[in-house]
């Protein structure tokens, strides 16, 4: 229900896209009925007192007495909104409102948007900090590369609920698992393909570093960014870069991404750029090309399907979607059942094995991943999670039989 009354451009009015934003895209509702003086003496003044001073006596009570068990922040400076840019923290608020009806929808999440004016790291970290306690988790989006990894290892080592940068590793836990998919559709050993990757920013860091962990040959994974290959010798390299050059290329090479798609198995795009086509055409026959960009893939489907035997993209209008949707509501749905303290690696990669579980009976070349709007993914995927944060230590209690169910107003 919209409580605001405004004339909009009428060519706006027109477009269904400016239609279903108008006023919104969510809004808080009450679990608890409010219609009676008793309703109010127990919600409110004096019943909340006792709940108060409760929690002030022990504060292990706070999440079980309040919505904080179940909350996440959407936190975003604005600065690397979609394929948009730096339009913002106004601008981007229809994007962080977007993900907090994923969180809903997909995970039973609750979560609040919060586009925060300013772009200074420290600025960001010390904003995030002090919000915290109101929150089970902080999801931070579309932050920029270097500054998102300085945030996000700075928040996680400070506060006591997890932290995860869902451009980061959202994208890394989905494509792990379509990948693992490919392989295994394949017949091809994983650990021994050749990847390379377009792209050194947020995702293309975390998926790196995730398909090593997963079992990917560093030695075989070559990087590019957008001066060429990443290599031990290059003297611009930032601390993150020279990271990755110490665990990758093993073999040295240099040059552009032509040079670095030589024999390849597995392409994987997170760059927004254009690859020509030659350079595709030097890939090993059959192999995996994962052109994630958008709106517009690094290599277009058409030209993709020349040169492998499976093709993914991050549109929804052709087969084979790797989207974050496939993992960050289960992800924050696992680690809140069991009030995890941090998201560790083990439950990543545990979330990308429970996606590519999912479709491992019916898999086929167009199918290696679930759809985003699969109804077994979040379950399977909070299950996952929480079972590995167990095995980690880091969950602060065992998951719940069934998720928490929240009861609804009471009429009148």
């Known amino acids: 229900m919209s409580y605001f ?15 279903l934003h108008r ?7 009450l679990t608890v009925p409010l219609a009676s003086r008793d309703h109010l003496s127990l919600a409110y003044t004096p019943g909340v007192a006792r709940v108060c001073e409760a929690i002030a006596d022990d504060p292990s009570l706070y999440a079980d007495y309040t919505w904080t068990a179940n909350t996440v922040a959407v ?3 604005g600065s690397a909104v979609l394929g948009l840019g730096n339009i913002g923290p106004r ?3 229809p994007v962080m409102e977007g993900k907090s009806i994923l969180f809903k929808q997909f995970g039973g999440v609750d979560s609040i948007p919060i586009c925060l004016d300013t772009q200074d790291v420290e600025g960001i970290i010390t904003a995030v900090k002090a919000m915290a306690p109101s929150f089970g988790g902080i999801n931070l989006e579309d932050i920029s590369a270097p500054r998102c990894f300085e945030i996000e290892r700075r928040l996680d080592a400070e506060l006591d609920i997890p932290v995860f940068h869902d451009d980061q590793h959202g994208t890394a836990v989905v494509t792990l698992a379509a990948l693992r998919n490919a392989a295994k559709l394949l017949g091809r050993d994983f650990g021994d393909l050749r990847v390379v990757l377009s792209g050194a920013g947020a995702a ?11 079992g990917v040959d560093g030695a075989n994974v070559i990087i590019c960014d957008s001066r060429g290959i990443i290599h031990a010798d290059r003297g611009d390299l930032t601390p993150i870069k020279a990271e990755l050059a110490a665990t990758t290329n093993f073999s040295g090479r240099t040059g552009g991404i032509a040079e670095a798609l030589i024999g390849a198995d597995v ?8 690859i020509e086509e030659r350079a595709v055409a030097g890939m090993a026959p059959g192999g995996i090309i994962f052109a994630m960009a958008n709106p517009t893939p690094e290599v277009a489907p058409d030209v993709a399907h020349r040169y492998a035997a499976i093709v993914a993209t991050g549109r929804s209008d052709f087969p084979n979607q790797i989207n974050n949707v496939l ?3 289960g992800i924050f749905r696992g680690a809140l059942d069991v009030r995890a303290s941090t998201i560790t690696e083990r439950m990543k990669v545990a979330a990308a094995e429970a996606i590519a579980e999912v479709v491992s009976d019916d898999l086929r070349a167009d199918a290696i991943v679930p759809s985003p709007l699969d109804p077994r993914v979040a379950p399977a995927v909070a299950a996952a ?3 590995a944060a167990e095995v980690d230590g880091v969950a602060r209690r065992s998951a719940p039989v069934a998720p928490p169910q929240r009861s609804a107003p009471l009429p009148g």
């Open 5 to 19: 009354s405004f004339e909009l451009d009428p060519a706006l009015a027109a477009d269904p896209v400016f239609e």
């Open 23 to 29: 006023s919104g895209k969510m809004e808080i509702s």
């Open 75 to 77: 936190v975003t400076d």
């Open 91 to 93: 601008a981007a608020m």
């Open 204 to 214: 293309g860091v975390a998926i790196a570093r995730m398909l090593i962990t997963a």
């Open 267 to 274: 392409l994987i795009g997170v760059s927004g750029g254009h």
């Open 327 to 329: 993992a960050f509501p």
């Open 385 to 387: 999670v929480a079972a």
